[in-house]
């Protein structure tokens, strides 16, 4: 059995070339797993900057959402990323993918440290 949860922050840094401004973006970022509060915000602020446009294409939605996760769940971030609205003033999406990436990533490792220790017990038992 899991005796604690693994931790709910991570911190990363990241060194992106834009690829539309060739603009090089560097720095440490933290983040940290939403909560149901965070994960309420989250959706709100998607809705928000879906603006209930039924036929709003599935790449902005998809933006959207990404932009709203990052929003409310980097916690600690570099200057240039605070000064660009949470990425959403930046031209270069590939720099806002590769920050969404790194958390996503993290949000994998976490699942599956939580969840794989569970599923060895039953192995550890039969023993």
């Known amino acids: 059995m899991i005796k604690a949860l ?3 922050e991570s911190t990363f840094t990241v060194s992106i070339k834009g ?6 973006f560097d720095g440490t970022f933290t983040y940290k797993r ?4 965070v994960k309420s915000e989250i959706a709100k602020t998607t809705a928000i900057l879906d603006s209930g446009l039924k036929n709003l294409d599935e790449d ?3 933006l959207h959402n990404i932009l709203a996760t990052l929003k409310h769940t980097i ?6 990323w605070d000064k660009a609205d ?3 003033e930046l031209y270069d ?20 440290e939580v969840w794989m220790d569970k599923k060895e017990e ?4 039969a023993k």
């Open 93 to 112: 999406v590939n720099v806002v993918f590769e920050v969404y990436k790194a958390c996503s990533d993290f949000e994998q490792k976490w699942v599956s």
């Open 34 to 37: 939403p909560n149901l509060r």
């Open 122 to 125: 039953p192995a550890k038992q």
């Open 60 to 62: 902005t939605k998809f």
């Open 19 to 24: 690829t539309e401004t060739a603009q090089q």
């Open 75 to 80: 916690i600690k971030s570099p200057d240039w």
């Open 6 to 8: 693994p931790s709910m």
């Open 86 to 88: 949470f990425g959403f």
